[in-house]
């Protein structure tokens, strides 16, 4: 989670303390934070004269900014990462107020992964206020469940594709002359006997579904329709929710580049790309504004992996204005890291 320069000087208690103090009560307030504000609550028992001199002494380490002309500093970026390497991580996280391993169910219905994701980023966002964005797996995680050959017309096929991760993959065939019923139905039968349980995607598959014993008709038909398994990419479904509060009128002037959040919501790769630093570790990833490309500069992410010992399968993340609650949203990411992990053991192991 730390992107700290190892350079930085340390703060001592005393300032330490009161950088908490005003980074708390500017996320709660969203208003520049004076010593008359902060004096005497919180364990800040020092004379207001005291606490004056420690805002001073913060604004010109870069670790707090004097917007008005009035006395109240609100917190830079530089305020906002130390606050979270090394103040947050001595401090117990706040209890998120809901059981997210119950959002994901226990029916079932378990395998319709594309479902339990939308339901989970759903509840992050309700008990962040922040716009909750889940990744799914990569197709290649998951395995062919089964395969349908339906014959539409009598030249033109369809074949659909279903994993145990709930995905449904479907294309369309056209031949040059009409395509027997029956052959139809017999590639149906193969193509699950040959495939069913292999990682999809695979290359394996073509080595599966090449026959000597086939008929020349029977494996020119499959060789035709192969390409829908053979093709079935790595990209990632991306679960957003939460659009409707970060587009309120208070977030749009909090967050300066709205229209590149949005862009990325959009263009999905853009987001996965910013991600995939989630994807890489076991540590809570964690990003400040300007720490983010320049799209993204305004807003924060937090995000965690989840998946089996083995490797992340996706992440869970937040995003929101820099001036977000992050005590609150590393303990959903990790919570709800925590309950995806347990539930894809289950789906993929």
């Known amino acids: 989670m730390s992107t700290t320069d190892p350079d930085t000087p340390s703060l001592t208690p005393r300032q330490e303390e009161v950088l908490r103090a005003v980074v708390q009560r500017h996320i709660a307030s969203g208003q520049p934070v004076g010593s008359k504000n902060i004096a005497g609550r919180g364990g800040l028992d020092w004379a207001s004269s005291t606490i004056r001199n420690e805002l001073h002494r913060l604004e010109e380490m870069g670790y707090l900014d004097h917007p008005h002309t009035s006395a109240g500093r609100v917190p830079t970026e530089s305020g906002y990462r130390y606050y979270v390497d090394r103040i947050l991580p001595g401090e117990p996280l706040p209890a998120t107020g809901t059981d997210l391993s119950r959002t994901l169910g226990t029916d079932l ?7 339990t994701l939308r339901r989970l980023a759903d509840a992050i ?12 797996p990569p197709m290649a995680s998951a395995t062919v469940r089964h395969v349908e050959v339906l014959l539409l017309q009598p030249q033109l096929v369809t074949v659909v594709v279903i994993t145990s991760t ?4 479907k294309r369309l065939f056209a031949f040059d002359r009409p395509v027997d019923p029956g052959l139809a139905d017999w590639a149906a039968a193969f193509l699950n006997e040959r495939v069913q349980g292999m990682p999809a995607g695979a290359r394996s598959i073509a080595a599966r579904l090449a026959d000597p014993s086939l008929g020349p008709a029977e494996q020119a038909f499959i060789d035709a329709i192969a390409p829908v398994l053979m093709d079935l990419h790595e990209d990632r479904a991306v ?20 229209d590149g959040l949005m862009r990325a919501l959009e263009e999905r790769y853009a987001l996965l790309s910013v991600l995939r630093g989630a994807l890489d570790g076991s540590r809570t990833y964690l990003r400040i504004g300007s720490e983010l490309p320049s799209d993204l500069s305004g807003v924060s992410i937090v995000a965690a992996g989840y998946g089996p010992p083995r490797g992340n399968l996706g992440a869970v993340s937040l995003i929101g204005p820099v001036r977000m609650d992050y005590a609150l949203a590393i303990a ?10 347990a539930y894809v053991e289950d789906v993929y192991g």
């Open 125 to 136: 966002s309700e008990v962040t206020d922040l716009l909750g964005v889940v990744t799914g």
């Open 109 to 115: 219905a378990r395998v319709e992964v594309d479902q």
């Open 239 to 258: 679960y957003v929710s939460g659009q409707a509060r970060v587009l309120t009128d208070a977030r749009r002037r909090e967050i300066s580049e709205i």
């Open 166 to 169: 709930g995905d449904v993959t």
């Open 332 to 341: 959903t990411v990790r919570e709800a890291s925590r309950a995806l992990s």
